[in-house]
Structures are given as C-alpha cells and as structure tokens.
C-alpha cells in the first residue's frame, strides 16, 4: 500500500533561515505528490504540488522536486519568515475516477522565531 | 477561486444531541470528502462521495451520517456521539480534470462533545 514517511518535528529555525523538510514514499502507479500546509486553528492549504518524475513545485518561495530515484520530495525554502509557522503535511494520492485517497504523512510543525 | 467552506465553525453538543456540519463548494468539483483530524494528527478520511453518490466510507461508525444533497454541499450529520468524537472536521473537494486528486480544503468545524 501507499505510505509517507516524513521528517519528524518540532523544527525550529531563526528567520532568514534556509529550511528543509524530508519527504519520502512508497507507492503503487504514478502517484501525484503534494505539501499541505496547515496555520494553526485552520484547514489545509494546497501549498505545492507535482505530478510526475522530476517536475517541480512551487509557490510563496517553498519548492519540492519529485524525485523518482529516491522516492522523495523534500520541501525547501531558501529564507523562512515568521509567518511560515505552521504545520507542513506531505501526501501523495495514486487513485483515479473519484475514488481519491490522500495519503498523509505525520505532519512537520515549524516554528520560526525572530 | 479555490474556497471551499464549513459551517459552523465552533460546535459543542452533548451526547444526546443531534447536530450537523455543512460544506459548501461552487467550483464546480464533483468529489467531496469528510475528514476527521485529532490534534497533532494527520487528517483520516472517513467519506468520499463521487458525482453525489456515496464512494467510500472508511468503516465511521452509524452516529456519522453523510449527505450530499447536491454536487455543490455536503453534510454530516451527528447523532449520540462520544467526547472521543470530539475534533476537527474537514471537509475537501476536488474535480476531474484534475484526475481528482489535487485536494481543496475547507477551513474546518471543531467539535467538541461534552
């Protein structure tokens, strides 16, 4: 079956701080993978996404490439803001015709401090 | 426009009450998913519906009760539930075009049974 093993947390860095989250998976078919991002008292936001071997995500500064070799899809930032703080989900989904599951991994809470 | 919304926000319900949770989605999507998320946890899919019918339903318990009513709402409904129960709920919804499986979620009603 499908799995996502992430980086395990609390993580916290200074702002301007360069981050990294590990991502990888293992899963049957040509997955779609994703990054989640959840404010605290929110809903999950779409941050980025990648649909096949070696496209890359990005938005709001964070990127992720789909690596096919390795089976991961690690999150980066180059300069992380305060506003950044939140909980970071990887998901990969590999269903079709409306039978979707999102497949989580634990979650990675960051926190940036000034 | 990638809104997708929950009402209410907040709900506390004894045990013996009934209640429900709406979603609401004009995007056009035609999957709708509920979720439960306990804290520090990953979101667990509990219903999936697809083009208004009943998809997948993850072993919930009866006191759950989906509904879509039409492809633009989704409803659950709660009966006799346990403090367990208590969490926040998620609703998402997503479209074909997409193959389905890129995700929108809504902001989420927590839920707390006394």
């Known amino acids: 079956g499908n799995s996502v093993t992430q980086m395990e947390g609390p993580v916290t860095l200074s702002e301007e701080a360069f981050l990294t989250i590990n991502c990888t998976y293992t899963?049957?078919?040509?997955?779609?993978l994703f990054w989640y991002v959840q404010y605290p008292g929110e809903g999950l936001q779409l941050l980025l996404k990648?649909?096949?071997?070696?496209d890359k995500g990005s938005n709001k500064g964070f990127e992720a490439t789909y690596r096919k070799e390795t089976t991961s899809f690690h999150l980066e930032k180059g300069s992380v803001q305060v506003s950044d703080s939140a909980v970071y989900f990887c998901?990969?989904?590999?269903?079709?015709?409306?039978?979707?599951?999102?497949?989580f991994g634990t979650g990675t809470r960051l926190t940036i401090i000034p | 426009d990638t809104e997708v919304t929950q009402t209410p926000k907040h709900l506390v319900m004894g045990m013996t009450n009934k209640k429900s949770l709406k979603c609401e989605q004009h995007?056009?999507?035609?999957?709708m998913y509920w979720y439960k998320q306990k804290a520090k946890k990953p979101p667990e899919l509990m219903f999936v519906?697809?083009?208004?019918?009943?998809?997948i339903n993850e072993s919930v318990p009866s006191r759950f009760s989906p509904e879509c009513p039409n492809s633009s709402l989704l409803n659950l409904h709660l009966h006799a539930l346990q403090p367990e129960d208590s969490a926040l709920y998620l609703c998402?919804?997503?479209?074909?075009?997409?193959?389905?499986?890129?995700?929108?979620f809504g902001p989420g009603t927590r839920l707390t049974v006394l």
């Open positions: 998402a919804s997503s479209h074909p075009t997409t193959g389905w499986r890129e995700q929108y």
């Open positions: 899963a049957t078919g040509y997955p779609s």
């Open positions: 990648a649909t096949k071997a070696d």
């Open positions: 998901a990969l989904s590999s269903s079709n015709f409306g039978n979707e599951k999102l497949t």
């Open positions: 995007m056009g999507h035609r999957a």
């Open positions: 519906y697809s083009y208004e019918k009943l998809s």
